[in-house]
């Protein structure tokens, strides 16, 4: 059975940073292509960022530049490196896995990161 | 970027009730569209892939269908487990993936 279980999420000031990180299990981890998607309280799904087995990533234009996401195969996990965190940013951040690199086909609980001061 | 729209929203409807929801692209996307349900406080779930693929453990009463720029989820038989926002999401070429803004579906 897969599972991605996200932690990380928390309280942290406008201008801080976060790391999130996705716990993967249940499927071959280094071959499998991974996403963040997020969802701000009452407003529809955002996709952030993906990245493949061996590296390749791609970026929302949204988070471009103040997010990193990476990976360890090794461990079987997925990480968001968030800076520069805006009010905006506040989300539930969710991890799935990317299907032929298309459709998102399993997802993790998700992870609360609330922007505030 | 390929921009998604989706009518209606909200939806009602009574049980037993055939459903359509409508989603479009803003340029063709062959069949690289995707619908997602989400119930409240729960991770979207995958329905339908490559806009007509049944995604496995998916009630049968689950259908999509288009191609280019509009296409269709159709729920045959709504049942109050239904209840839930849907969502679709194009995935043409290389990313960004754009979700549709979805569509609230509630029972009369």
């Known amino acids: 059975e897969v599972q991605l279980l996200e932690s990380g999420g928390g309280l942290v000031q406008p201008g801080g940073s976060l790391r999130l990180s996705c716990a993967a299990s249940g499927f071959t981890f280094s071959t499998t292509v991974m996403s963040w998607v997020r969802q701000a309280p009452g407003q529809g799904l955002e996709w952030v960022s993906a990245i493949s087995g061996s590296g390749y990533i791609h970026y929302a234009d949204s988070v471009k530049g103040r997010v990193t996401v990476s990976r360890d195969n090794s461990k079987d996990t997925l990480f968001l490196q968030m800076n520069s965190l805006r009010v905006e940013d506040t989300a539930v951040y969710y991890c799935?896995?990317?299907?032929?690199?298309?459709?998102?086909?399993?997802w993790g609980q998700g992870a609360l990161v609330t922007v505030s001061s | 970027d390929i921009q998604m729209t989706q009518s209606p929203s909200p939806l009602s409807a009574s049980v037993g009730d055939r459903v359509t929801i409508t989603c479009r692209a803003s340029?063709?996307?062959?069949?690289?569209l995707n619908w997602y349900q989400q119930k409240p406080g729960k991770a979207p779930r995958l329905l339908i892939y490559g806009a007509s693929s049944l995604q496995s453990g998916v009630p049968s009463r689950f259908s999509g269908g288009g191609s280019g720029t509009s296409f269709t989820l159709t729920i045959n038989s709504l049942q109050p487990e239904d209840v839930a926002t849907y969502y679709c999401q194009q995935s043409y070429g290389t990313p960004p993936f754009t979700f549709g803004p979805g569509t609230k579906v509630d029972i009369k």
């Open positions: 799935a896995t990317v299907e032929s690199g298309s459709y998102f086909d399993n």
């Open positions: 340029e063709s996307i062959s069949n690289s």
